[in-house]
């Protein structure tokens, strides 16, 4: 981790974007499905998007002065849809240190193999944390099943990563694809913090309809954080906004979703919200280069 921390000059950038996905692998296989991509271009209004690969991805935000965590879903056992490698994802962010950020995915109900491949990843590869969908992948987070895999992260210092609330992928398409949203309601992960107090935790997105349950984990739990991705910021709700501002101050992070939202879209909506300039910087880099380890933390003495 030391030695990726080195390749980001954190002072030079505007911004480090916590939420992008790694939507096609270099042979061409897709993360989703084609009936799950269609379904959720129509819900971004993002039909024709490209799926750009790591190498673009490294471009679009190296242009701009930012950097970006980039994962995948494995969501193998509930889809039956092969992944994208971890291995390769980590690689190519390997070959662009200097703005790419890589998180792995692995399917918790790989069970203790799981567990195994994350040491491995995050040994051999240099991987910074993980991101989990628990509506894609089927499951609840506080699961025991997948408390194995937690341990790993947790001992090895890097970031858990929760989707929360509803989902773009499988909106539409009949009967959700069988997707279902009550995995994702960000309590379920209140247990988690609870039991891996040093984990570090992000839930993704405004937890539409459980925001208010997001808001109450994050302020009680301190390793608990909050990614503002998959919305535009004109759409958040006053309550977030208002945390945003204060309690949470600390422990809020830009996000965007690209590709399906992109930077430029969220930070041009974002500088019209009433966010306060001494937390601005905080929510676009700050937060995350803590939380990342690219920035010591604060000096705990008065």
């Not at 009967?175 to 839930?203: E, M, Q, T, W």
């Not at 676009?284 to 933390?297: F, H, I, Q, V, Y």
Request: hydrophobic letters at 40%; proline letters at 8%; a negative charge.
């Amino acid at each position: 981790m030391t030695d990726r921390a080195a390749h980001l000059d954190v002072e030079a950038l505007t911004a480090i974007d916590v939420h992008t996905h790694a939507e096609v692998s270099r042979d061409g296989h897709g993360a989703l499905s084609p009936e799950l991509f269609a379904a959720s271009e129509d819900y971004f209004k993002a039909h024709g998007h490209r799926r750009p690969t790591i190498e673009e991805i490294a471009a679009h935000y190296r242009e701009r002065s930012m950097a970006a965590v980039v994962f995948t879903v494995d969501a193998e056992h509930a889809t039956g849809h092969r992944r994208i490698s971890n291995e390769e994802i980590a690689e190519s962010c390997a070959a662009h240190p200097d703005v790419l950020i890589p998180f792995a995915s692995v399917d918790p109900w790989k069970g203790r193999a799981a567990a195994r491949e994350a040491r491995r990843l995050v040994a051999e590869h240099g991987v910074r944390g993980f991101k989990f969908h628990p509506s894609i992948q089927g499951f609840f987070p506080d699961d025991r099943m997948a408390y194995p895999l937690y341990e790993v992260i947790e001992e090895t210092g890097t970031i858990a990563l929760f989707h929360t609330g509803q989902t773009g992928i499988g909106a539409g398409v009949p009967g959700g694809a069988g997707i279902r949203l009550k995995y994702s309601n960000p309590l379920h992960v209140d247990d988690v913090a609870a039991d891996f107090p040093r984990l570090k935790i992000i839930l993704a997105h405004p937890s539409f309809p459980w925001q208010d349950e997001a808001l109450a984990v994050a302020t009680h739990k301190p390793g608990v954080h909050i990614d503002l991705s998959g919305w535009s910021p004109k759409y958040f709700p006053d309550s977030l906004v208002r945390y945003a501002n204060s309690l949470l101050k600390d422990k809020v992070l830009f996000g965007s979703d690209y590709p399906v939202l992109t930077p430029d879209r969220w930070l041009a909506d974002f500088a019209g919200l009433p966010i306060r300039d001494e937390v601005r910087p905080k929510i676009l880099k700050e937060n995350a280069a803590r939380l990342l380890g690219l920035t010591p933390p604060p000096d705990p003495s008065p």
